[in-house]
Structure formats: C-alpha cells, structure tokens
C-alpha cells in the first residue's frame, strides 16, 4: 500500500452549508449518571455555549433566523427535563433545523446498568426514577424510555470503562469545531478476559501471535518495551498479518471521513492486555500518523494497572 492513496486522511469530512454562520447544535441525551453533566462541560470548553434542561418547547428559540450570531450548542436534555419524552425531543431537533437552518445532531450517552448502580450508590445520587423503587427499577425504567433515542442517535459513546479524559477526547474528536481536524483514529489495546472496548469500530485479535508471557524475562514487560515487541515481530505470521491490516485500513479511513465521521476506534485484544495487542496498537498507531493521519493511543490494561 503506497502513500499516495492516503492524503486525504487528515483532510475535514464536506459538510452542507448550514445557516447562522455555520452554526451546529447538539442534543446532548442518554441515561442518568453516564456522564451528561461531564459531557457539557468538555463541550463547554471546546467552544460551545452550554445549557442544561431547558424546556424543549423552548430549545428552538435559542437561536433565530437572522439573528447574525453564529452560536454552537450543546443542549443537555433528560428525564427530567420538563415536557420530556421521544417525541419532542424529535420535534425540537426538527424546528431547529427548519427554522434556523442548524447543523444539529444527537448524542446519546449510554452506560451499563451494573456501573450505573455502582455511580449512584457511590455519589449517593437519587436516581430520577428510583424516588419509590429499587435503583435498579428506575435504570431499566429509564432504560425502556430512552431507547427510541439510541436508535435515533447521530452519535453513540458508551461510558461503561471510559474515564473522563477519554470520553473528553472522544467528544473532541467528533464535536471539535476546527473542521480541519479531519478524522480521529484512537486505537487501544484490551484484554479480551475484560470483555471488548464498547465504543470500538474494528476489533483486531492478536491471540493467536506467539506469546511473549511464557518466556521468563520477557513476562514483566509489555509490548511498549523493545524486547517485547522484537518477538512478536519475529513470529513468521506477524509479518503478514500487518500487511493485512494495512491493506485494510488504507482504503477505509479516507473512506470514513469523506463520510463526514470524525472518530474512529480500532482495539486489539490478546489475552492479558500486555503484549500482544500493546505492540500491535503501537504499530498501527504509528503507522497511521505516518500516513499524516490524527491518532489517540490508549492501552486499556496498562492504564488501569491490569495484570
């Protein structure tokens, strides 16, 4: 795979022009405690005017026809927002493009109900729905609620196992509003005895490269050491596994942002989340910003202390 096939890597996605200057909006939606609050402030900081729990009958009123500002939204909306419900959220998002002619999308934070049950009992939070029920009731209650808008969701980022400078990163990379920023790749490494990365894109296994835990000295190490990642490599189908990958990923990341997405996640998992799939991410990290594309580098187990 040559280089020339790759420049328009890091080129910024064609966008429809949109009224108000350029002006984007996004609703920000989802369960309770997957990270709403967090996820306006991070945006708050990228540039865009934040605001919370607005009623939705007001929400197209934030911005008018004619009014010269170029304004960039980020609008939190839950449960608890007054006039709540599927279908005015829908409604609200339709006005404020027809009226305004926003750029708007919907985000929707999702979370597992077993980490959500361990956020509420740690803040000791109420949850909104769980006034006179067990927590867990009021999750899948609000669960059952909201799922229309997961299926109707522009963008997806799952909380479960990210912390909060990844999902900061992730909100970056899809909501940053330098359109030259392009395309985003975060590759991360895991541990497939920790289940998969949720927000992940492409999944690549390792597990079936040699392992560098059964030789002695090289079992304390992790695949960001030299020693580590020089037997991998020696491994006679490592060679072409990565000609395959390259291959794979040469034509589909131009490809995703000439879509317009703006982050892309690849993990690869081996067994502990040490070697195998640390070396691999390394490599394909490396070799994606050789071909002047953005990267993010994460490896989950070693970030989390994992064994």
Known sequence: MTNRHLPKLGSPPTAPAVASGGSRAVI????????????????????????????????????????GVARHLAIGVDIRTRDFGVEPVIAAIDRMVSESGLDVQLLFLDCSDDVLCRRFTETRRRHPLATDRPLIDGIRHERALVSPLLARADVVIDTTDQPPAELKQALAGHFGL?????LVVFVTSFAYRNGLPRQADLVLDARFLAN????????????????VAEYIAADPDFANFMTSVKQLLGPLLPRFAAEGKSYLTIAIGCTGGRHRSVAIAERIASWVRDQGGRVELRHRELDEGGS
């Open 28 to 67: 920000i939606t989802g369960m309770s405690g997957a990270g709403k609050t967090m996820a306006l402030k991070a945006l708050e900081d990228l540039g865009w005017e934040a605001v919370d729990n607005l009623p939705l009958s007001l929400v197209a009123s934030l911005v008018r026809p004619g009014d």
């Open 178 to 182: 330098d359109r030259d920023r392009g």
């Open 212 to 227: 560098p835990h059964y030789v002695p000295e090289l079992k304390p190490l992790t695949g960001k050491d030299p020693a």
